[in-house]
Antibody, heavy 120, light 105 residues
Framework: EVELVESGGGLVQPGGSLSLSCETS????????MHWVRQVPGRGLVWVSR????????FYADSVKGRITISRDNAKNTLYLQMNSLRVEDTGVYFC?????????????WGQGALVTVSS | VMTQSPATLSVSPGERATLSCRAS??????LAWYQQKAGQAPRLLIY???TRATGIPARFSGSGSGTEFTLTITSLQSEDFAVYFC?????????FGGGTRVEVK
């Protein structure tokens, strides 16, 4: 069974930092592109970032470029999101999601989400 | 930009629901649909505009290509009342529609 479990959310002040993790199981993690998607509770979905299967390429939404870093550890089957210089508008539930083996794609499995609140 | 309509759809159980998604430029058939219930992660329903994901009931069907897409749910069941999102994956960044809430009439 495919499982994705996020952790690391919490309350942080504007300008602060937070790191999220997404532990996965049930599939060959090192073969898949992985993504982070944000949702403000009660609102829509916003794609944040993606990383390719071996971690050699990354891509970010313009709104987070330069402040957020996606990475992965294929030996630990874990995806990460390092968030720096956080802004109030970064608040939301962050989902990790599995893409496909290559390229832009649909997202077929999602974690339960980690809530990040940026507030003073 | 992905635009969904209507924002809210009121439907009686057993009736058909038709949801629309429009892309500001062609995304060919690179479109997915998701269902999300309160407090849960999105669940993939449809990809490739019309292919049902694993385990998705046949009452869910998708159609369209280019800029106009439709998700149809025939004979709505109680568990189908939720929010539905479309998503294009024709190019980066991935983008989602604003969602359509399907509520009980």
């Amino acid at each position: 069974e495919v499982e994705l479990v996020e952790s690391g959310g919490g309350l942080v002040q504007p300008g602060g930092s937070l790191s999220l993790s997404c532990e996965t199981s049930g599939f060959p993690f090192s073969s898949y592109w992985m993504h982070w998607v944000r949702q403000v509770p009660g609102r829509g979905l916003v794609w944040v970032s993606r990383i390719n299967s071996d971690g050699s390429t990354t891509f970010y939404a313009d709104s987070v470029k330069g402040r957020i870093t996606i990475s992965r550890d294929n030996a630990k089957n874990t995806l990460y999101l390092q968030m720096n210089s956080l802004r109030v508008e970064d608040t939301g539930v962050y989902f990790c999601a599995r893409g496909r083996l290559v390229g832009p794609s649909w997202l077929d499995y999602w974690g339960q989400g980690a809530l990040v609140t940026v507030s003073s | 930009v992905m635009t969904q309509s209507p924002a809210t759809l009121s439907v009686s159980p057993g009736e058909r629901a038709t949801l629309s998604c429009r892309a500001s430029q062609s995304v060919r058939s690179n479109l997915a649909w998701y269902q999300q219930k309160a407090g849960q992660a999105p669940r993939l329903l449809i990809y490739g505009a019309s292919t049902r994901a694993t385990g998705i009931p046949a009452r869910f069907s998708g159609s369209g290509s280019g800029t106009e897409f439709t998700l149809t749910i025939t004979s709505l069941q109680s568990e189908d009342f939720a929010v539905y999102f479309c998503q294009q994956y024709n190019n980066w960044p991935l983008t989602f529609g604003g969602g359509t809430r399907v509520e009980v009439k």
